[in-house]
């Protein structure tokens, strides 16, 4: 079983920064792949950002590119989400998810477990 926790949100002027964090159970996280996904009000699940178990490779959305940045510490069992420059359009829940196969895919059907997620908002 995996259990994931997210932390770090809250609210920020547009053109700042945060990070949020995800804390992983699991003594084998390093061979996990991670995902961040947001949700805002009324809109499907998007897919944010994700890193692979082999190599450390990243992917990003179109949208956050340039602007977010994923990063994970095996020592620590996390997993990172910088996001700078923020903007309004980037309020929403954010989720962390594991992926057990170690991939980075951008799909939310090959994620088996998720955090409870945590606000971000923007002000303009």
């Known amino acids: 079983q995996v259990q994931l926790v997210e932390s770090g949100g809250g609210l920020v002027q547009a053109g700042g920064s945060l990070r949020v964090s995800c804390a992983a159970s699991g003594r084998a996280f390093n061979t996990y792949g991670m995902g961040w996904f947001r949700q805002a009000p009324g809109k499907e699940r998007e897919f944010v950002a994700a890193?692979?178990?082999?190599?450390?490779?990243?992917y990003y959305a179109d949208s956050v590119k340039g602007r977010f940045t994923i990063s994970r510490d095996n020592a620590k069992n996390t997993v990172y989400l910088q996001m700078n420059s923020l903007k309004p359009e980037d309020t929403a829940v954010y989720y962390c998810?594991?992926?057990?196969?170690?991939?980075?895919?951008?799909?939310?059907?090959?994620?088996?477990?998720w955090g409870q997620g945590t606000q971000v908002t923007v002000s303009s």
């Open positions: 890193i692979t178990w082999i190599g450390g490779r990243t």
């Open positions: 998810a594991a992926d057990l196969r170690g991939l980075g895919s951008p799909a939310r059907y090959d994620y088996g477990y």
